[in-house]
């Protein structure tokens, strides 16, 4: 099963639509093949408001186009055009929830019994969390993606030695990670930590490939960058917003990215139920209320007021 950060993949797209965007501002004068992103392949009724914070559901895919496909991915990047800042919100798939029309389930069966506007519907109802534009990643072309961009890999610290379930054994300590490797380092599901160990490491990978992105330099990668993330991104987010997020990102504007976890420590219990297998039990309003804090709500209107 492949499980990896969504804003990952995401954050090299924006790379490439970023170089783009200079080259409109005149860096290159003319360019050859621009990208043209396809069109959305899911029906998504999320608002797309132009002024406010905008909230993009990111999800990592088992398959994508598949009526059963699985997403065990699933995180919200929240961006405010006034502040320049983004922010992104992990969410933990085996949250115990009420899916419209579907019952009590885990946070993840709401995209395999309705694709993203679903899950939509579900974040929406037991959070109050309004999502404007979603992004599907097939992790097929992680690993060229990576290599592509970072040739020379990421330094991670691993903690312990990672093998099981991955195709390969990585080793205790400090590691050069090429796309393969770091593709398995955030596929590991038998964590100490569980799931929340594996959401510790998507966050610290994404941080590390934002640095790298900041720092790209070559325009001669563009056009196979962008010919791995046409086939492997699908979204309903215009070029247009795509290309002003990935601005402010690339360009430092935004700072650091301020990352939280849902459910918060003290917030859940574990739990199991037959025919759902292991859950959290979550305080919805004690997460309710961590997020109106991470998102301020009032002066975005990034949270439902309901």
Same mark, same amino acid.
Do not use: C, W
């Given at each position: 099963?492949? %499980?990896?950060?969504?804003?990952?993949?995401?954050?090299?797209?924006?790379?490439?639509?970023?170089?783009?965007?200079?080259? %409109?501002?005149?860096?290159?004068?003319?360019?050859?093949?621009?990208?043209?992103?396809?069109?959305?392949?899911?029906?998504?009724?999320?608002?797309?408001?132009?002024?406010?914070?905008?909230?993009?559901?990111?999800?990592?895919?088992?398959?994508?186009?598949?009526?059963?496909?699985?997403?065990?991915?699933?995180?919200?990047?929240?961006?405010?055009?006034?502040?320049?800042?983004?922010?992104?919100?992990?969410?933990?798939?085996?949250?115990?929830?009420?899916?419209?029309?579907?019952?009590?389930?885990?946070?993840?069966?709401?995209?395999?019994?309705?694709?993203?506007?679903?899950?939509?519907?579900?974040?929406?109802?037991?959070?109050?969390?309004?999502?404007?534009?979603?992004?599907?990643?097939?992790?097929?072309?992680?690993?060229?993606?990576?290599?592509?961009?970072?040739?020379?890999?990421?330094?991670?610290?691993?903690?312990?030695?990672?093998?099981?379930?991955?195709?390969?054994?990585?080793?205790?300590?400090?590691?050069?990670?090429?796309?393969?490797?770091?593709?398995?380092?955030? =596929?590991?599901?038998?964590?100490?930590?569980?799931?929340?160990?594996?959401?510790? =490491?998507?966050?610290?990978?994404?941080?590390?490939?934002?640095?790298?992105?900041?720092?790209?330099?070559?325009?001669?990668?563009?056009?196979?960058?962008?010919?791995?993330?046409?086939?492997?991104?699908?979204?309903?987010?215009?070029?247009?917003?795509?290309?002003?997020?990935?601005?402010?990102?690339?360009?430092?504007?935004?700072?650091?990215?301020?990352?939280?976890?849902?459910?918060?420590?003290?917030?859940?219990?574990?739990?199991?139920?037959?025919?759902?297998?292991?859950?959290?039990?979550?305080?919805?309003?004690?997460?309710?209320?961590?997020?109106? =804090?991470?998102?301020?709500?009032?002066?975005?209107?990034?949270?439902?007021?309901?």
């Amino acid at each position: 099963m492949r %499980i990896f950060n969504a804003l990952l993949l995401l954050s090299i797209f924006l790379v490439g639509l970023f170089t783009i965007f200079q080259f %409109i501002e005149g860096t290159i004068q003319k360019v050859n093949q621009p990208f043209k992103k396809a069109e959305a392949s899911h029906s998504f009724q999320g608002e797309k408001i132009k002024k406010d914070a905008v909230n993009v559901l990111l999800l990592g895919s088992d398959s994508r186009g598949e009526k059963q496909a699985r997403t065990d991915t699933i995180m919200v990047a929240h961006y405010n055009p006034e502040t320049q800042q983004v922010k992104l919100i992990s969410l933990m798939r085996d949250m115990y929830v009420s899916i419209p029309e579907h019952g009590e389930h885990k946070l993840n069966a709401a995209y395999t019994y309705g694709g993203p506007e679903l899950l939509r519907k579900t974040l929406q109802l037991n959070y109050g969390l309004d999502i404007h534009h979603y992004a599907i990643v097939d992790f097929k072309g992680f690993e060229k993606a990576v290599d592509l961009l970072v040739p020379d890999g990421i330094e991670v610290d691993i903690p312990y030695e990672m093998s099981d379930g991955i195709g390969m054994t990585l080793e205790q300590g400090i590691q050069q990670l090429h796309g393969k490797e770091l593709l398995g380092y955030v =596929r590991f599901r038998q964590d100490r930590l569980s799931d929340f160990g594996r959401v510790q =490491r998507q966050q610290e990978v994404v941080s590390k490939l934002k640095d790298e992105a900041v720092s790209l330099h070559s325009l001669a990668k563009l056009p196979d960058l962008l010919g791995v993330l046409n086939t492997y991104i699908d979204t309903d987010i215009d070029t247009a917003t795509l290309l002003t997020i990935g601005k402010d990102i690339l360009a430092n504007k935004s700072g650091d990215i301020e990352t939280i976890r849902i459910p918060e420590d003290g917030s859940y219990t574990n739990d199991r139920y037959d025919g759902v297998g292991e859950v959290l039990e979550v305080d919805l309003e004690q997460n309710k209320a961590a997020l109106d =804090r991470f998102l301020e709500r009032g002066k975005t209107g990034a949270i439902n007021q309901q």
